[in-house]
T-cell receptor
Framework: KNEVEQSPQNLTAQEGEFITINCSYSVGISALHWLQQHPGGGIVSLFM???GKKKHGRLIATINIQEKHSSLHITASHPRDSAVYICAAYRGSTLGRLYFGRGTQLTVWP | DVKVTQSSRYLVKRTGEKVFLECVQD?????MFWYRQDPGLGLRLIYFSYDVKMKEKGDIPEGYSVSREKKERFSLILESASTNQTSMYLCASSLWEGYNEQFFGPGTRLTVL
């Protein structure tokens, strides 16, 4: 069983919809990362969370440490948000490695 | 502007060939990582390195080796390429301290015929 689970695996939305992607993990962590991968391969970091909530533009990430759960929300979705979204857990004492979810493929239609 | 570069975007090799994938970072990061990414399986860690000449196996090291002779460069070697090694290979780097934000290269799509 993967230590980091994401849902849904695939998500289709109409432009303007509110989107939520979920990430749960089964181990203790120091931080949780949300990453974005556009077609063509490049992966960029969106957020790093150790508690609470962070907001950047239309993207909001939350984490509940007690429930071992994080969510990524996209408000007023746009076709340019179409990408793979990946959560990754940092456990703090593992020589820097991250533990990745399998990703959520988001497609936003105009 | 921070940068992780990989030697090729696309590579086609034949079964049995020795394949070298190179990754260079210009951020003076201690940690470097090699992943492969396959549909439905996500990112899987092959090897990582936390210092020059130091390496650790990831989750799928079989059929691969690595070399880190200089801090900025981390090479992935496929000793004898096989068709099941056809995949997207991604390199990343991060600082030793902090919460380990990783910076990724653009990826190499390797096809083994």
């Amino acid at each position: 069983k993967n230590e980091v689970e994401q849902s849904p695996q695939n998500l289709t939305a109409q432009e303007g919809e509110f989107i939520t992607i979920n990430c749960s993990y089964s181990v203790g962590i120091s931080a949780l990362h949300w990453l974005q991968q556009h077609p063509g391969g490049g992966i960029v970091s969106l957020f790093m969370l150790s508690s609470g909530k962070k907001k950047h533009g239309r993207l909001i990430a939350t984490i509940n440490i007690q429930e071992k759960h994080s969510s990524l929300h996209i408000t007023a979705s746009h076709p340019r948000d179409s990408a793979v979204y990946i959560c990754a857990a940092y456990r703090g004492s593992t020589l820097g490695r991250l533990y990745f979810g399998r990703g959520t493929q988001l497609t936003v239609w105009p | 502007d921070v940068k992780v570069t990989q030697s090729s975007r696309y590579l086609v090799k034949r079964t049995g060939e020795k394949v070298f994938l190179e990754c260079v970072q210009d951020m003076d990061h201690e940690n470097m990582f090699w992943y492969r990414q396959d549909p439905g399986l996500g990112l899987r860690l092959i090897y990582f390195s936390y210092d020059v000449k130091m390496k650790e196996k990831g989750d799928i090291p079989e059929g691969y080796s690595v070399s880190r002779e200089k801090k900025e460069r981390f090479s992935l070697i496929l000793e004898s390429a096989s068709t099941n090694q056809t995949s997207m290979y991604l390199c990343a780097s991060s600082l030793w301290e902090g919460y380990n934000e990783q910076f990724f290269g653009p990826g190499t799509r390797l096809t083994v015929l």
